[in-house]
Every structure is written in structure tokens, then in C-alpha cells.
């Protein structure tokens, strides 16, 4: 299998980036993420392919592989806090609410410029928390979209995860697994 370039500065996913089983590097791509997109899925593809990209032109041969993912509650986007208080805003709205996880990845082959662009959606229910816990807990994630991380052992927030696990936590491994196969 051809070395796999994880075009991504994310901790969570350069332990995951393990589960491919194949070669790999880490390559933290400068890309510019804002964008006038508002569709979830147009805007988490878009933000992968820039960060794939960046990977592939700085590579000669392998796949390069970006992802970017956020979280949509009634419609609305919800990416990374801008802080404590901010994060504190954000789950108060998702708290015992239903939302949907959109991750996008890109796979690019750094020779040939063979690309897949495509997204996994997973539901997520949260429990109701009172606001002492949630203001406890605002300033654990400030760097994951959502200001909350499902991986933790004792998190408090997620009660239930209908669709791909590994997709809330950034990184849709099944999905990824699938494509690669075809490169």
C-alpha cells in the first residue's frame, strides 16, 4: 500500500491515522478555513480537498489524506470555540439535544492527482446537563468542533452515537478504509 499523507494538526487523528495499518506521515497543512460555504456537507469537503491538496503538492508520491469536521445543530454550524465562554455557549445549545456530525475527507494520489471527495454524517443525542456542569466542563475542548470530545472516558455529554463512532471523534475510519482500497 502507498504511503498515506494525514494532512491534519489534530492529536486525536494522528493516534488514529494508526488504524490504516499502513505507512504513513504527518503533514500540518496552512489552509485558510473560512469560506462563504454554508451547506455542511459542501463546506466539510471543501475544507478537506484544501488540506489534501496542500499535502499533495508538497509530496511526490502517496495519498494524501484531509478531513475537516463540524457540528450542525437545527441547521446551524457549529465549528470550534473561540474560548471558554464561547465553548460554554455551545453546549449549552447542544445540551440534551440531537445533532449530526459531518466529517469530509479528500483522498488525493500525489502522482497521479487521482481524487475522492466525499463525507459521513453521524447522529449524536447529549444528555441534559445542569449549567454548573456545563460551564464546568467549557473549557476541556476549546480545540474540537462542538467544545466536546466523545473519546473521553468520562465524558458527560454524549448518551448515545447512532452511525460511525470514530466519525464523531474525526476521523471516519470505515468509510477512509473503503476508498483507500481503491488507490
Known amino acids: 500500500m502507498k504511503k498515506l499523507i494525514l494532512c491534519s494538526s489534530s492529536q486525536r487523528r494522528k493516534l488514529l491515522v494508526k488504524k490504516f495499518k499502513c505507512p504513513y506521515v504527518i503533514f500540518s497543512p496552512d489552509v485558510d478555513e473560512s469560506t462563504a460555504v454554508s451547506n455542511p456537507v459542501d463546506l466539510v469537503k471543501k475544507l478537506a480537498y484544501k488540506k489534501a491538496l496542500e499535502g499533495a503538492k508538497k509530496y511526490s508520491s502517496g495519498i494524501a489524506l484531509g478531513v475537516d469536521t463540524i457540528v450542525v445543530l437545527n441547521g446551524e454550524i457549529i465549528g470550534k470555540p473561540l474560548n471558554s465562554k464561547d465553548a460554554e455557549k455551545i453546549l449549552g445549545k447542544l445540551n440534551g439535544t440531537t445533532h449530526k456530525v459531518y466529517s469530509g475527507f479528500a483522498l488525493i494520489d500525489c502522482k497521479s ?33 462542538g467544545a466536546y470530545a466523545v473519546q473521553e472516558k468520562d465524558d458527560a455529554f454524549v448518551e448515545k452515537i447512532s452511525g460511525d463512532y470514530y466519525n464523531v471523534v474525526g476521523l471516519p475510519i470505515k468509510k477512509i478504509s473503503r476508498y483507500l482500497k481503491a488507490f
Open 113 to 145: 492527482l487521482k481524487t475522492v471527495c466525499t463525507h459521513e454524517v453521524t447522529k449524536v443525542k447529549m444528555r441534559r446537563l445542569n449549567k454548573e456542569r456545563v460551564k464546568e466542563l467549557s473549557s476541556k475542548h476549546l480545540d474540537k468542533a
